[in-house]
């Protein structure tokens, strides 16, 4: 309807293996178990439908609310745009099956006005939360209540536990000792085990501890129990190192550090080394902990002089003040590169690409308003300040399609111009749609007004279209944007570990984890159902040479590095994420985190040969570039990998 490349996807079906995944976590049931949708076309209806009655607080005119429920379900019938799980598994949940039913052209203003009335607490949308507390039994136990429900919805949630006083402090009112924030950690974790998200999956949070907090050993040492158990299998860990350029200053002179606590009169004094080290080697033996830089994050926020960031969802890409919420979408630009010429400052295509993010930024600012919030304080704060993450999904893909290998300097340059364009453009929709419905209601108070860019941008130097995109970027914030903004932030980079296989794309900014691969998923009767995978457009790229035999060796492989028949050409540009070095995960995390105003999922894959000081060498440099946080992964070093090609199962 209102673009040449929605036609093209609009009819594809998704695949076998994402229908499998729609059946087990989407379809909506009813309180039996029966299945009340069989289609991918029912859920895009569904959510398109529930989204677009928050219009009826900005317009009486149906057309306008049918007009953007048609442009939402294109979107989401053509897995150009999928929002994240909680708005697919909750959108429309326990309403009126026959509003949903009824045809666009049948529905009335009345129809949407019952659904927006209608919502109840099942209709939670969103998949980041951060939850506070304080220091005292009340507010810890409060917090363990608000994350449960939040995580029954289908949320993800992210605490900043450096609050808490460490163990051995004295507490006033009893004469005992506190039993310190890991302690604690274990009754969230426990909350937690009990709960399916949205009925569906395992609960994910994330907890994060500041550098100089005295447990904070303990803290990196969390994952394991004495006897080398895993343990807080519910949590991510982050440590956060508020300002990374002294940590390595400190680092370099070898100096001290002091640990210490407001609530305690607990002080001690180590190396920085020492935690560095620790950390490290926890790091190279798990993945955990990262590492988290909220001093980059509040420079980075608009609102940070009032409401600063204290922690992130579970998978680190969106930082948030206690209470806030955000929730997410994502572009599958894989689908779109064959036909529109992005990240290209002076390209034909700059209208559609600009128009499908406008429709995209207006679905997540709606899903704020058609959202049920399970606490009044997120709410309010949801409300005042309006975060939403539009980013994107398929990277590999795309750069798979357009030949650029995942570890070159010109991909790079293709991801930072990629990046830069989506946010210039999320941030147009966003004062589009402030000066329609106002500005969030904290613009005032925040730094838009002044001027701000709420990200760091690369050099201009560095290429032409890049300063391109960066004379535009400041000619927006310079101009338009001291006046309207909806949204306090526009862009996150989602892991899209579920929504990626609905469209049958390549997981957020990640390189494929591998070409092919089986993946196992355990259904509701808890059977293991084998999904297997070979990557599609190294298929078509191989053609007819893609014999049965060379399909079974990529299977077993997993790579195709090692495949003698392969043509060095093909295996430049069809990297995966163990063949990648390190560095280069961390300068594509780079150049991408330089324009996102939140963050983005990234992992650091590293070989299982690496050794304690090739990753100490990766947390040295993150601390240098411009980063807001970090994640390594060593190959194997986990005994539980969600994927794993044939020859590793
Ligand atoms: O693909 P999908 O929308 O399901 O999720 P994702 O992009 O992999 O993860 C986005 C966010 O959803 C995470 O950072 C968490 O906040 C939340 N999440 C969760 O709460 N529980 C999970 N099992 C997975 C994700």
Redesign the pocket.
Known sequence: MFMRVLNKWIQKEPSKNAITILKDRYFLKDGEGNYLESTWDEVAKRIARHVAAAEVNYTNDVEEIKNAEEHFYQLIKSRIFLP??PTIFNAGKTMDRQLFKKDIEETTLEDYKTIFDSRTKHNMLS??FVIPMDDSMNAIFDAVKNAALI?KY???VGYDFSVLRPKGSSIAGTGGKSSGPISFMHVFNTAASTIE?GGA????QMAVLRYDHPDVFDFINSKKDNKGNNVLNYFNISVNIDNPKEFKKMLEEDGDLTLEHPASSIRKTIKANDLMNKMVENAWKTGDPGMLFLGRHNQYYAMSEHTPVTAT???G??PLPPFGSCN?GSIDVAKLVEDMDLGNPNSDDISEFQEIIYWAVRFLDDVIESNIYPLKEIEEISKKQRFIGLGMMGLADALYIKELPYNSEQARKFMAKLTAELAYFSHIASTELAKERGNFQDFQRSKYPDGFIPFPMLDDEIDEDIKAWNEKIRQHFQGEATKYKRNVQTNTI???????NLADTSS?IEPNFLLSYVRYMTNKEGDRVPLSYINPILMEKIGTNMTEELKAEIIEKGSIQNIDSIPNEIKKIFVTSMDIPPKDHLLAQHVIQSYLDASC?KTINMPKSSTIEDVKAIYLQALELNLKGLTIYRDGSLETQVLTSASKE
């Open positions: 994240n799980s998949a980041c995580m289908g949320g993800g998200q999956r395992r609960a994910a969802n579970p998978c890409e969106e997410l989602a892991p899209t570990g579920s929504i990626s957020g999922s």
